[in-house]
């Protein structure tokens, strides 16, 4: 198995940050169709994929790379380098993503003497940050404002599971084969590499729509990333209310009791909303006043969720004639 050995203050200093070319590195993933696909990116590719083919449709160069780049197992790692500080735009990151030089993007190929032909040209950091651009620009770019919501609220999730129950509860099957093993150690996967000692370094934590998610490092500014999927009800971005719902309650007040069919505390609201704490709370009261919601606390949390009252509600909005399909 791969483990990297943590230092304690590593592991004290480290964040959770969103990461625009994490997620479209995740969707390039989806496109070059070698690695498993979670439920929202089969929604996004049903949706893009299209426009991606016509686009790139006898492309020489892209159906090459995906295959080299992004292939079970591997990721070239100048496409996955940590950000540099928390925040970075997306310009930021793909300035860093072109400027790799073209031997070293070869060799993050990890293919050897066997690069296809068409990757040997001087110019390959150049043509996958154009094809990374345009992916994110015209197919991720539209969608990003609710996505990035979407992490927002699962970083707020896994920081207070981080405060009742440690790194241990946050880490464990935070992705695929990846658990903490105590003493520093971090499993990463269950392949036989060689252990990673992560010392003095700067460690991140990137929630993408990837089934999988992946690992990077920059070893130059000795920092580390481990992207991993966003946890799977907050990852379904479809909790949008009907149109009676939103004429009866008012859209956001609807837009909460949709939301509310899993617990959550009134940061994830606003995180998910976009909306501010003292708005989402006014609705919130509203609900509970209505006996749409009720509320339980959690360690330190109130989380707030939809009562049998709420449930039914939603089920008539969802009804023509807003009447249920037993009642006849």
């Not at 994929?49 to 016509?54: E, S, T």
């Not at 995906?66 to 970075?88: C, K, M, S, Y």
């Not at 939301?259 to 704490?277: D, E, F, K, N, Y």
């Not at 209505?290 to 008539?316: C, E, I, M, N, W």
Request: charged share 20%; proline share 7%; glycine share 10%.
């Amino acid at each position: 198995m791969g483990f990297w050995q943590i230092g304690t203050d590593v592991l004290a200093g480290s964040r959770f940050v969103v990461s625009p070319l994490a997620e479209t590195v995740a969707c390039l993933s989806a496109l070059g169709g070698q690695h498993a696909v979670s439920a929202p990116q089969r929604e996004w590719l049903a949706a893009h994929r299209p426009a991606f083919d016509a686009h790139y449709v006898g492309d020489p160069f892209v159906r090459p790379f995906l295959r080299a780049a992004i292939r079970p197992g591997w990721i070239a790692d100048f496409l996955v380098t940590p950000p540099q500080t928390p925040g970075e735009t997306f310009q930021t990151e793909l300035a860093r993503l072109r400027a790799t030089p073209p031997a070293l993007a070869q060799e993050h190929l990890g293919l050897g003497d066997a690069v296809p032909d068409v990757l040997r040209a001087g110019d390959i950091a150049d043509r996958a940050a154009d094809l990374v651009e345009f992916v994110w620009s015209q197919l991720v770019l539209p969608g990003w404002p609710r996505l990035r919501r979407v992490f927002e609220a699962d970083i707020v999730s896994r920081t207070d599971r981080l405060s009742t129950g440690g790194w241990a509860a946050v880490l464990d099957g935070m992705r695929p084969g990846m658990r903490w093993l105590g003493d520093g150690r971090l499993q990463i996967n269950t392949y036989d590499y060689a252990p990673l000692d992560v010392t003095d370094a700067a460690l991140l934590f990137i929630p993408t729509t990837a089934a999988r998610g992946w690992v990077g490092w920059d070893e130059a500014a000795t920092s580390y990333s481990v992207i991993y999927p966003c946890t799977g009800w907050l990852a379904d971005t479809g909790a949008t209310p009907t149109d009676a719902l939103a004429r009866l309650l008012g859209p956001l007040r609807a837009t909460v009791l949709t939301l509310l069919a899993a617990p959550l505390s009134t940061t994830q609201l606003v995180a998910l909303t976009g909306t501010a704490l003292g708005s989402v709370g006014g609705h919130l009261r509203v609900l509970l006043d209505a006996g749409l919601v009720t509320r339980r606390r959690s360690g330190r949390s109130v989380l707030y969720y939809r009562t049998p009252t709420g449930d039914a509600l939603l089920a008539a909005a969802k009804t023509p004639g807003g009447r249920s399909h037993a009642s006849g």
